[in-house]
DNA sequence: AAATGTGAAGTTGTTCACAGCT
DNA sequence: AGCTGTGAACAACTTCACATTT
């Protein structure tokens, strides 16, 4: 929580304190009480002079000599990280990207819920039954409001992605995770991680080239 | 292709590489001739200089007072992502989301093809009918060597994924494009890049947060 | 006049080395 | 003795300022 006082933590940083959060907890489901910053580090495929930097960003949790108690640790990540409060999600564009991020099960256990997915057609032919209610595109806005959503997963096509953008901002959404093959304008109060998967597949076959 | 002799091309400026190659495509359906590093840089959401940096890191293309022929550029980077050698792809894992980018059109477009998916149970039901053969565990090995893939798409559970990485390594796997929520154990010489949802959605939320 | 290409300066992020605690 | 916490050194990346070309 960026509030005033804080040290700003960078974003690679907050980026790895959920890798760690989610090493930490495999930690204990193996009933650890303990662990080193080169035993967390090495699990996290970091540095362990990284991860104590990384901590040291907001407090000092470790005992010398002995490591982290690893609940505790787990904890305090968690609350730096707001984890506790569970954030409503709505996803836009129901195509084959979009269904299956509906019908994928690896958000609700972190702590996530895709509330209601929206589509310019939402009468289409799928396949599988939504667990979430799909809406058209003219119930976006009050829906934003009435349930005060703050982020949105967008996977429409590249020609929409911009226009439906505009639209969610207009409303309230604060950060936006774009599957969409498109570069979005945004005001700078607004975050957005982009996901492309051509993009990565590019960067791998660039570098694995002898 | 970092080839000796060849300058080092830093990682990000590889990733914008093909950010650019992406505007670029679009600046030419829409008939453009030439474009400034202003323009293009805006598009593709960097800073001018950063553009024109990244470009001089494998040549000088531009003209001054003028700015970049859209066509040439486009070639130019496409030569030196290696683009043209369309890369033949794997994917490991149908669940949810396996089954969801196997049906995904993104890739293709791109110039990469899924040739193949292998799951532990290839006959589970499934309520679309793939593209793409399906096959058992244990056809990967074979499958691998014959075909010399290099590229894989992990979408396996976090338990089985290391085990899969294994053997895919083995085979000669050289980059893995990791949806797995796990972080993978490779040789340096092999190529990870992980894709997690869950932690892209934890860090939108933690900057939003006012 | 307009826009590129680039050395130098600035910024951010990572690693080292070791002091300091338990 | 073992391991954390951290200032200082280092490395990587970005931006600036401006000379240079068309």
New binding site residues.
Partial sequence: MKRAGRPVI????IYRLSIYLRCLARLRENRLGT????ALAKAAG?????L??D??YFG?????????IVNDLSQKISEELGTASLQPVILVGVGNLGLALLSYRGFEKEGFEIIAAFDAAPRRKRDKPLKQPLYGMDELEAFIRKHRVKMAILSVPAAAAQTVTNQLIENGVMGILNFSPIVLAVPEDVMVNNVNLAIELENLSYFIQD
């Fill in positions: 960078p974003r690679k940083t662990v080193s910053s080169e970091v540095k362990p002079t990284q104590r930097k901590l040291a000092t949790f470790g005992t010398r000599g002995l490591g982290y």
